[in-house]
């Protein structure tokens, strides 16, 4: 967590793999762009050399439809070049499609990211005479290429080296040449890729997903390093020219945590999977017995958070409700001013930000371009930014100051679940951290707290075993066309992020609102159709959420609760309710988000959405 970010414009999120080696490349790298489709699933593309000659292969939509689209044709090969797109320049469709070729159709390409200045580049190549065939910035960059080996008269590396020089914008690219079928050459600059080293073998790809079947040794490319690719080694070297000597590292992912396991969809799998998930976030950070908490990653700062008076939390989506849920702790137990950011509009204001602030990232993927863009803005003003993160590799961790990994393993579906309570623990971890650095906690009060922390596995396992009442429930209210979500303090985060998630897989109008705003304009909403769910925990809101639901009963709204186990007063109000063990309230965020997990999931396949790859939406979004 110590490499200085190196501008970041914007990036988009594609899957890319490559491969070069003894191996048939086709089935390599078509299973790769299955595990990689939760980056995008707009289109897909291979091409593929072998001894005959060169193919390519491109179809709008899934992977699966490339696959049928070759079947039966030639797709031979021992290097090749895969890519699964998520569409900004260009529709999706069989010309937009990647890989893209040269004006000579030498050179072929696949490329995530965006190349900011390619309307200006490709003005200037139409008047060289280049023609093209799609409206992407990726074909732009693989004719700069082209036209400057030609007037150069040099090597391909060199030509992508200076190309790259000449481009602005992010990247990570992987070209393959069909004169020279024995290199591929890649290069990176705010967009992930890793290098998986074997023997006489070497795979590429966005991330270690497809690469763990074969080998556990990868390279993570540097920002601004472009790579000579051969089956016998590779070259690195810096845009600058000077030559690197890359760090090969062990991959600690297990390749059956990339499988469904049985599951139907691999939401519910990673829904399953939150027990072992939130304990291994907390596994060897508490001792309850003595009450203490230890983190290792911001072990450094510890004055800097014993003595802090700001703290500012910079998130999107998913990760900003997990920032919304660390406020109240923070605040509870470390007192001290927490301020919860939108990272996309953090990074478009004049923020005033100082050296004594702590700014904490959160970003699942490690690699949101808002957030990074963010984090820029507030080390150039002083401040120490403290990154929460789930990819080891990513580029938040290495442009952080510090910071603690979530050890959720990978999440597959792109509506994130498991990430979400992973965060919200390590968050609960540094509020109980801060409180014990600065002594606003007791210690009798702190190993209470750790000790109930280390129950909650357990605890949400015992709501996982709800499913088919979840499921029950669904069923009644799966053809809504909208439907508001309501909770008092920390069930406020709650409730949005259990609308985020009906919204965004079953494409239901929801939304989330801290339950005393209901009055203030959503409750012109409510009316016989119209579903309301409540976070009605026991807790210090308790009566207040009671008042909230008679009012929305009073207007035959369908009500829908989630309540303390043993509750019988919220019961007799409402239509349908769904218990969680009681717990402290700080700790209601981890247990009630799950039965909204899975009140989505279902409502999502009962429509018959695709709950894995929802429609116009990507696993982390790297684009402006």
């Not at 001290?336 to 509009?345: I, L, M, T, W």
Request: aromatic share 6%; charged share 25%; glycine share 8%.
């Amino acid at each position: 967590m110590f490499i200085d970010y190196l501008s970041l414009k914007s990036k988009i999120m594609c899957g890319i793999v490559g491969y070069i080696g003894f191996r048939d490349a086709w089935p390599i790298v078509i299973k790769g762009l299955k595990r990689l489709e939760y980056r995008g699933y707009d289109s897909a593309g291979i091409a593929i050399i072998n001894h005959e000659g060169f193919n390519v292969y491109k179809k709008v939509g899934k992977v699966s439809y490339l696959e049928a689209h070759a079947e039966n044709q030639d797709t031979s090969g021992y290097i090749a070049i895969g890519h699964t797109r998520w569409a900004t320049h260009g529709i999706p469709s069989d010309l937009n499609s990647h890989p893209h070729a040269s004006n000579d159709n030498r050179l072929h390409i696949i490329h995530n990211g965006i190349i900011e200045n390619y309307s200006t580049l490709k003005e200037e190549l139409i008047n060289r005479g280049h023609k093209f065939k799609s409206e992407t910035d990726t074909e732009v960059l693989i004719h700069l290429v082209e036209e400057i080996q030609n007037i150069e008269q040099t090597d391909l590396l060199e030509a992508v080296r200076l190309a790259l020089n000449t481009v602005i914008g992010a990247y990570a690219i992987v070209i393959l040449d069909r004169e020279n079928p024995g290199q591929l050459i890649a290069a990176r600059k705010g967009s992930p890729l890793v290098i998986g080293v074997g023997e006489g073998e070497y795979f590429i790809a966005s991330d270690a997903t497809p690469i763990i079947e074969y080998t556990k040794n990868v390279i993570y490319l540097k920002d601004n390093e472009i790579a000579l690719v051969k089956r016998d080694g590779l070259l690195v070297k810096r845009l600058d020219n000077v030559i690197q000597t890359p760090l090969i590292q062990e991959l600690e992912m297990k390749l059956e945590s990339l499988e469904k396991g049985g599951f139907e969809h691999f939401m519910l799998k990673e829904i399953f999977e939150q027990p072992r998930s939130i304990k291994d976030c907390m596994r060897g950070r508490i001792i309850p017995e003595i009450g203490k908490v230890e983190l290792g990653g911001v072990k450094e700062y510890a004055d800097k958070l014993k003595n802090v008076e700001r703290i500012i939390i910079i998130a999107c989506g998913t990760s900003w409700h997990a920032g919304l849920a660390g406020e109240y702790l923070i605040e509870e137990y470390g007192r001290v001013s927490v301020e919860v950011e939108y990272a996309s509009e953090f990074r478009y204001r004049n923020p005033i930000i100082s050296e004594n602030d702590i700014v904490i990232a959160i970003s699942q993927s490690g690699e949101t371009a808002d957030t990074m863009a963010a984090i820029e803005i507030a080390k150039e003003r002083g401040a120490t930014i403290l990154g929460i993160c789930n990819v080891v590799g990513a580029s938040i961790p290495r442009i952080t100051h510090a910071g603690v990994y979530t050890h959720a393993g990978p999440e597959i579906g792109v509506a994130s679940t498991k990430a979400f309570t992973a965060q919200v623990t390590v968050l609960t971890l540094l509020a109980l951290y801060i409180a014990q650095q600065k002594g606003t906690i007791t210690s009798s009060k702190l190993t209470r707290l750790l000790t109930e922390l280390e129950t909650i596995p357990e605890k949400v396992q015992t709501l996982l075993a709800d499913n088919d009442l979840i499921k029950s429930i669904a069923s009644k209210i799966k053809n809504a066309s909208n439907c508001l979500f309501l909770g008092r303090g920390s069930g406020f985060p709650v409730a949005l992020e259990g609308a985020l998630k009906l919204k965004e897989i079953s494409y239901i109008h929801a939304e989330g609102y801290p339950a005393a705003e209901m009055k203030h304009g959503p409750i012109a909403l409510i009316d016989e159709a119209m579903p309301v769910v409540f976070i009605a925990t026991k807790n210090s809101s308790y009566d207040k959420v009671i008042s909230n639901i008679q009012e929305v009963k009073a207007r035959k709204g369908i009500v829908i609760a989630i309540v303390t186990q043993g509750d019988t007063k919220v019961r007799e109000m409402a239509d349908y309710c769904i218990e969680i063990p009681d717990a402290d309230e700080a700790f209601l965020p981890l247990l009630a988000t799950i039965p909204l997990q899975l009140l989505a999931y279902h409502i999502a396949v009962m429509r018959g959405c695709n709950v894995d790859q929802p429609r116009n939406l990507a696993k982390s979004v790297t684009v402006e």
